[in-house]
């Protein structure tokens, strides 16, 4: 079976891109030659039409995209929501997404979902569960999946790994890919009292396929990660640091919310992919926009649809065809 580190060389290096959000889109189309590529959430597009489709394909006529999802809750209890898979595979396979993530954590709990991300224990019988999930989420959506590093602001019990412990178990025993949130370990690290560096030391780097960078606020004791702030010098720091050390395939500027003049978040995305080219070869390389097609998508091998368990009675092996 091909393993990720492999899979991570033949997907395409896509740049510096920006979350697709509804109150920019506009300001970002206008700027189509100035962004190299675009994040969105497949919530917001499963099964709708309208003036959200129309966005989206709008974006896929200009620009590469990035599928980031927020409802899989790989690390639930329950079983995976079969008609979530087949909604997002059908929408990966119309817009020729290149890889698919989601968070570490779970946000449903006996099919009510909490709109939050919730922490797991750092555990090895999390480990074993989230491993389990992730191999088969994988093999439903036949394309290369990545997992994301929370922010969290509790300890949850019955842990007795590290999180950056926890985190490499789970990467290596999924044989999956990493979305590196370098914000959120730059705010567990305030948080939680650990040397974000030392933390980066300890996770499997190699796997970064894609980075997300994003700001954060100072709310009393916390620091919460909000994505409606400039980025922190430190986090900018950890960003040279991680480049550095390991080759990424795309790094995005998160920001949801408290949305300033849009010249201010491009001049942001400029010393990105300044940054990136100081530090990283892959982008000093990177003269122009990433061309995806359907020969740069890399499915999973050896897929076996029978031992999938999901929720719903829809055939998974359907899926294929």
Same mark, same amino acid.
């Given at each position: 079976?091909?393993?990720?580190?492999?899979?991570?060389?033949?997907?395409?290096?896509?740049?510096?891109?920006?979350?697709?959000? /509804?109150?920019?889109?506009?300001?970002?189309?206008?700027?189509?030659?100035?962004?190299?590529?675009?994040?969105?959430?497949?919530?917001?597009?499963?099964?709708?039409?309208?003036?959200?489709?129309? /966005? %989206?394909?709008?974006?896929?006529?200009?620009?590469?995209?990035?599928?980031?999802?927020?409802?899989?809750?790989?690390?639930?209890?329950?079983? %995976?929501?079969?008609? &979530?898979?087949?909604?997002?595979?059908?929408?990966?396979?119309?817009?020729?997404?290149?890889?698919?993530?989601?968070?570490?954590?779970?946000?449903?709990?006996?099919?009510?979902?909490?709109?939050?991300? %919730?922490?797991?224990?750092?555990?090895?019988?999390?480990?074993?569960?989230?491993?389990?999930?992730?191999?088969?989420?994988?093999?439903?959506?036949?394309?290369?999946?990545?997992?994301?590093? =929370?922010?969290?602001?509790?300890?949850?019990?019955?842990?007795?790994?590290?999180?950056?412990?926890?985190?490499?178990?789970?990467?290596?025993?999924?044989?999956?890919?990493?979305?590196?949130?370098?914000?959120?370990?730059?705010?567990?690290?305030?948080?939680?009292?650990?040397?974000?560096?030392?933390?980066?030391?300890? =996770?499997?780097?190699?796997?970064?396929?894609?980075?997300? =960078?994003?700001?954060?606020?100072?709310?009393?004791?916390?620091?919460?990660?909000?994505?409606?702030?400039?980025?922190?010098?430190?986090?900018?720091?950890?960003?040279? &640091?991680?480049?550095?050390?390991?080759?990424?395939?795309?790094?995005?500027?998160?920001?949801?919310?408290?949305?300033?003049?849009?010249?201010?978040?491009?001049?942001?995305?400029?010393?990105?992919?300044?940054?990136?080219?100081?530090?990283?070869?892959?982008?000093?390389? %990177?003269?122009?926009?990433?061309?995806?097609?359907?020969?740069?998508?890399?499915?999973?091998?050896?897929?076996?649809?029978?031992?999938?368990?999901?929720?719903?009675?829809?055939?998974?092996?359907?899926?294929?065809?």
């Amino acid at each position: 079976m091909t393993c990720f580190i492999d899979i991570k060389k033949k997907l395409p290096l896509l740049g510096v891109g920006i979350g697709l959000r /509804r109150e920019i889109a506009q300001d970002i189309f206008a700027n189509d030659g100035k962004i190299d590529w675009l994040e969105f959430t497949p919530e917001n597009y499963m099964g709708l039409g309208g003036m959200a489709r129309e /966005r %989206l394909e709008h974006a896929h006529s200009c620009f590469p995209l990035l599928s980031h999802g927020i409802n899989l809750s790989i690390g639930a209890t329950d079983d %995976l929501n079969e008609d &979530y898979l087949y909604s997002l595979k059908v929408l990966l396979d119309k817009f020729e997404i290149p890889w698919w993530s989601d968070h570490l954590c779970f946000t449903s709990y006996e099919g009510i979902y909490m709109h939050d991300l %919730l922490p797991l224990p750092f555990s090895k019988e999390a480990v074993n569960h989230v491993v389990k999930r992730i191999k088969q989420a994988q093999n439903f959506i036949e394309r290369p999946f990545l997992i994301e590093n =929370i922010s969290y602001y509790m300890q949850m019990p019955m842990s007795s790994l590290t999180e950056a412990q926890f985190l490499s178990e789970v990467l290596e025993g999924a044989d999956c890919g990493l979305l590196l949130d370098i914000n959120n370990v730059y705010v567990n690290s305030i948080n939680h009292s650990f040397d974000p560096y030392k933390f980066l030391d300890q =996770i499997p780097l190699e796997r970064t396929a894609q980075i997300h =960078i994003a700001g954060h606020k100072k709310i009393d004791d916390y620091v919460i990660d909000t994505h409606g702030a400039a980025v922190s010098e430190p986090v900018f720091d950890l960003l040279r &640091y991680v480049l550095q050390k390991t080759t990424v395939n795309a790094v995005l500027l998160e920001r949801d919310q408290n949305f300033p003049e849009f010249e201010e978040l491009m001049n942001e995305l400029n010393a990105i992919q300044m940054i990136c080219q100081a530090n990283n070869k892959n982008f000093a390389n %990177l003269k122009e926009k990433a061309n995806v097609s359907k020969s740069n998508i890399a499915k999973v091998p050896e897929k076996d649809f029978s031992s999938i368990n999901v929720k719903g009675g829809r055939d998974v092996r359907a899926l294929s065809a």
